[in-house]
């Protein structure tokens, strides 16, 4: 139904409010199938001119830190200071069957029940780049879409939060305390580019543990270098069971918001985030590119097979190909 | 007797010789994963825990009662209610004309949840699925004419009790019945809303206090009152097999003695009044075993817990399951129904319901309400199986059977008391997790069809007959509800419905016994949303956390070799439609209106 409608309208219906039609236009962007390419690619170039009001939040944690209940209360107290709240979450693809069970919507009732509202759970699909591709332009719909913040969940799992971090203008790392762990945030690089570290389940029984973390946490974070010279990563307690502590987080992200806005920073994060995605996919593509050409294909695998029974040194190979393509670029170039 | 064991295997093994098949293979596999024989023996009788008692003697496997049915045969009770209470009154007054002999009564979603008809929130359920009452004005028409001194009535309400049964106090005192008269049962079980119900209303920990609040109220004031209809029924219908539903039913009783212990209570004096529900599914002797062995296994709990013989007696309801009703074919449910009834009563039910045929469509119909009521009074009147007590006893098969499920049960049994009780093991969410799994299975094996249900996976109709249901004008009943609403806050003393509800807060948090609190406010007319609101603003209102059970369909389909097949080919099909859309996304969902 939405393929027969026109990118002018699909846009038109979803800065009316249409949220079905919002849905539906997530869809066809996030479609990997080239019939849809060109709708996508028409919707996204109408709603660019229209992006940038909303705040774009990065949040991620170890399975069972309680992002999602911390979700729902935070997105429960934005709705009721009177703003909208969009929520991207990212689930990881079973590797097994392929399938996804989107359960975040599932978690998440009440806000779920609310009509300023949207939660809309993205496979990841085994690998990243593409799920990263799909998010960035589902949140550039989503703020032209008219919501004020824009929340991007991930299940903090090895080098996704990084790149997640790149879609967001503010990164949250949830914790929790007493696991011992409060530290292997930096063996992983996580903690490098959070802007803030929740000590989520400072519940009444766990007061304690969680103010220790905190403080560990604060010692540490002296020592990193920090992401910006203008913002120290702060570390926080919350209760999203309780709901107490809530209000402070949200406190946070208006500082940091206060601070970075008026000497163009956020505006000057996002131009970079734009300009490196644009790169990396430039040299995606020609890598694919190059790649897919046959005569190159042809002397890789012929080099991969001399590599492979020892009748050429992989410096030698390397070499080879590379010399290759080099003038046949130059050539190609030249004619 | 060995050697003929030999012979027998020799005769059965050339009998199936041609089938390609020795007589171990012959052995079946039952939903509570127990390995069924072809024949059982005198054998498998030695050394039974459970074999060798008498009825109406502790531990009770042969029956709560000495003389069973030979001197009263079961009470037919029929689960029914809807629309508003003028309406469920005249059909209860059919009913009991027609030879029912005990109300059954069912509430709206509304009334379980704690909201008043006119509340926006439940617009599109009132008179729904059952009675709406607001007021202690509805339960008296819905009792009009009925004697509550002499009709034992079961009201089937868990999480709206305090208001619901205040009500109900309050209705027959205006009809001129005492308190101590009053007899019937109120459900009131709490835990297996958690588990699978559904309608509970406030923590587990505040909810386990009303019934420690009613039980100690019934104990002093309605001697012959059940305070707790301990359900296994519904775990049966989420999908829980027999040993599940004897395991996590007798852990939710153990769990109500302890808490009303706890409270201050001695046991002897509300034991007795705690009675069971247990849902009979189409395993006829299973079900059967499922009933002996659960007497078993509370007689032996009760003890433990330091009961005396009357305290050890389980008594129960039993209803067919639902869950056997097919929406095709309707009328094999008549037959289903009649296998289920037989084995509750073979099993020595004490009150029994049987399903009509069309609830798998709608609500019965008199026609419907009346085949299903005349399946128990021709059990009773006419196959002669009151004549004499627990006729199974004895049969190497149900007796093995029996101490099985003893057996099995209480393994689970020991597993919930290791995590704490029932009331942890369900914040913890086991008991949940395995009924899921349990449910998930048997549906993947209706799937394969590997289970058979005749007219859904076997020998379906090529067209299928137009049944006519009971429909229910819920605009009318929601009209009717809120004009009744206005009229009484119209007429009543507001000042003195604020004054109770207001104690109500106050018994809520402080202490004090909070039927006592909601009577009073029922007498001066607050309604039964005013009266759960009151505690709600105390206790909070709760949400089970949701978890996801995964893997089970794909572990059964991997069984078998066709199944594994079967099982690729969908998810073939499932990675083409990702190729030629470019998602996994249904993208047509969302479209119908």
Same mark, same amino acid.
Request: proline share 3%.
């Given at each position: ?6 990118? !002018? ?42 992006? @940038? ?14 992002? $999602? ?6 997105? *429960? ?19 097994? $069957?392929?399938?996804?069970? +989107? ?22 699909? /085994?690998?990243?780049? @593409? ?16 919501? !004020? ?28 305390? @007493? ?51 203008? #913002? ?44 490196? #995605?644009?790169?990396?996919?430039i040299e995606e593509n020609v890598i694919n590119m190059i790649y897919n050409t046959q005569d190159i294909k042809e002397l890789y695998s012929k080099a991969k097979a001399s590599v ?28 | ?6 012979? #027998? ?15 171990? !293979? ?31 003697? $502790? ?14 045969? #079961? ?54 699925? /059952? ?17 509550? !001194? ?14 619901? +049964? ?24 709490? +835990? ?29 004031? *309605? ?51 705690? $009675? ?13 075993? *499922? ?55 073979? /099993?020595?039910t004490q009150s029994l319901h049987t399903n009509a045929f069309d609830e798998a469509l709608g609500l019965p119909t008199e026609f419907s309400a009346r085949i299903a009521r005349n ?46 009780? *029932? ?8 008991p949940k997790r395995m009924i899921e799994e349990a449910a998930a299975e048997t549906q993947s094996l209706i799937d394969q069809g590997k289970r058979v249900i005749v007219g859904v ?85 709760? +949400?089970?956390? @949701? ?47």
């Amino acid at each position: 139904m939405i393929n027969s409608m026109s990118a !002018d309208k699909i846009v038109a219906e979803i800065l009316n409010g249409n949220r079905a039609i919002l849905a539906r236009a997530m869809t066809i962007i996030e479609s990997t199938h080239p019939k849809h390419h060109k709708l996508a690619g028409e919707i996204l170039d109408k709603v660019m001119p229209l992006v @940038g009001k909303a705040k774009r939040i990065g949040i991620t944690g170890v399975p069972g830190a309680g992002k $999602s209940t911390l979700l729902e209360a935070l997105g *429960m107290y934005l709705i009721n200071s009177g703003l909208k709240v969009a929520i991207i979450a990212i689930d990881p693809s079973s590797s097994i $069957s392929g399938g996804s069970i +989107l359960a975040d919507k599932t978690r998440m009732t009440t806000l779920l029940r609310e009509y300023n509202a949207f939660i809309r759970p993205v496979p990841s699909a /085994g690998h990243l780049g @593409g799920t990263s591709r799909r998010t960035r332009e589902l949140t550039f719909l989503l703020d032209a879409a008219g919501f !004020d913040v824009v929340f991007i969940e991930t299940v903090g799992v090895g080098q996704s939060e990084v790149e997640v971090a790149d879609l967001v203008d503010f990164f949250c790392l949830v914790q929790i305390a @007493g696991a011992g762990d409060e530290l292997q945030g930096i063996k992983k690089g996580i903690m490098e580019v959070a802007d803030v570290i929740i000590i989520n389940k400072c519940d009444d029984d766990n007061k304690m543990m969680t103010e220790i973390a905190k403080n560990v946490l604060k010692n540490a974070l002296h020592i990193l270098k920090p992401k910006y010279k203008e #913002w120290q990563t702060q570390a926080l307690t919350c209760s999203a069971r309780d709901n107490t502590g809530i209000e402070n987080i949200w406190d946070v992200v208006e500082m940091f918001y206060a601070t970075m806005e008026p000497n163009g920073k956020v505006a000057s994060i996002r131009k970079g985030q734009n300009i490196r #995605w644009m790169k990396q996919q430039i040299e995606e593509n020609v890598i694919n590119m190059i790649y897919n050409t046959q005569d190159i294909k042809e002397l890789y695998s012929k080099a991969k097979a001399s590599v492979e029974s020892n009748k050429l040194s992989p410096r030698n190979a390397v070499e080879t190909v590379s010399q290759y393509i080099a003038e046949k670029l130059t050539y190609d170039v030249l004619k | 007797m060995d050697g003929k064991l030999d012979q #027998w295997k020799k005769l059965a093994n050339s009998e199936v010789k041609r089938m390609g098949k020795t007589v171990d !293979d012959l052995v079946s596999k039952t939903l509570e994963g127990i390995d069924i024989k072809s024949l059982y023996t005198a054998e498998d009788t030695k050394n039974l825990e459970t074999i060798d008692s008498l009825p109406g003697i $502790s531990p009770f496997v042969r029956g709560p009662k000495a003389t069973m049915y030979t001197a009263r045969p #079961w009470t037919i009770r029929q689960y029914a209610g809807f629309s508003t209470a003028k309406e469920s009154n005249a059909f209860y007054r059919k009913n009991l004309a027609a030879g029912q002999k005990g109300l059954s009564v069912a509430f709206d979603l509304a009334t379980h949840r704690g909201y008043d008809s006119d509340n926006p929130r439940v617009e599109g359920d009132v008179g729904k699925a /059952g009675v709406a009452v607001d007021s202690v004005e509805d339960m008296k028409v819905l009792f009009d004419q009925i004697p509550l !001194d002499q009709m034992s009535v079961s009201m089937t309400m868990n999480g709206a009790v305090i208001p619901v +049964l205040a009500f109900y106090i309050v209705a027959a005192e205006e009809q001129g019945v005492a308190q101590q008269l009053l007899t019937g049962t109120i459900q009131n079980d709490i +835990l297996k809303e958690y588990l699978c119900r559904n309608t509970y209303i406030y923590p587990p920990k505040p909810s386990m206090r009303i019934i420690s609040d009613i039980i100690e109220y019934c104990s002093n004031n *309605m001697p012959r009152y059940n305070t707790i209809s301990i359900s296994g029924y519904h775990m049966g219908e989420a999908g829980a097999n027999c040993v599940q539903q004897v395991a996590f039913t007798i852990a939710d009783g153990i769990e109500y003695i302890k808490a009303a212990i706890n409270a201050g209570l001695n046991i002897d004096d509300f034991a007795p009044r705690l $009675s069971f529900f247990f849902g009979i599914g189409m395993n006829l002797f299973m079900n059967v075993a *499922m009933l002996r062995a659960a007497r078993y296994l509370w007689s032996d709990a009760v003890e433990q817990l330091g009961g005396n013989e009357q305290s050890k007696a389980l008594r129960t309801h039993c209803q067919t399951s639902g869950w056997s009703l097919t929406e095709q074919d309707p009328y094999n449910n008549i037959i289903r129904t009649t296998i289920e009834a037989l084995s509750a009563t073979l /099993g020595g039910t004490q009150s029994l319901h049987t399903n009509a045929f069309d609830e798998a469509l709608g609500l019965p119909t008199e026609f419907s309400a009346r085949i299903a009521r005349n399946t128990q009074i021709i059990l009773q009147e006419e196959s002669e199986i009151c004549n004499t007590v627990d006729p199974l006893a004895g049969s190497y098969y149900v007796e093995a059977l029996t101490d099985t499920i003893v057996k099995e049960a209480r393994k689970i049994i020991e597993q919930i008391d290791k995590a704490g009780g *029932m009331a942890k093991a369900i914040e913890l969410g086991i008991p949940k997790r395995m009924i899921e799994e349990a449910a998930a299975e048997t549906q993947s094996l209706i799937d394969q069809g590997k289970r058979v249900i005749v007219g859904v996976n076997k020998y379906t109709l090529q067209k299928e007959e137009a049944v006519n249901v009971l429909e229910i004008d819920n605009q009318a009943v929601l009209e009717e509800q809120i004009a009744s609403l206005h009229k009484l806050k119209l007429t009543r003393n507001s000042v003195k419905v604020e004054e109770t509800l207001a104690k109500i807060r106050v018994v809520a948090k402080e202490g004090g016994n909070l039927l006592a609190a909601a009577i009073d406010a029922a007498r001066v007319r607050a309604t039964l949303g005013e009266i759960s609101e009151a505690m709600e603003d105390v206790f909070g209102r709760y +949400l089970v956390p @949701g978890h996801c059970v995964t893997g089970v369909i794909s572990r059964e389909y991997h069984n078998s070799e066709k199944g594994a097949s079967e099982f690729d080919e969908v998810k073939q099909l499932v990675d083409d439609y990702a190729n030629n859309e470019g998602t996994r996304r249904n993208c047509q969902a969302g479209r119908r209106k």
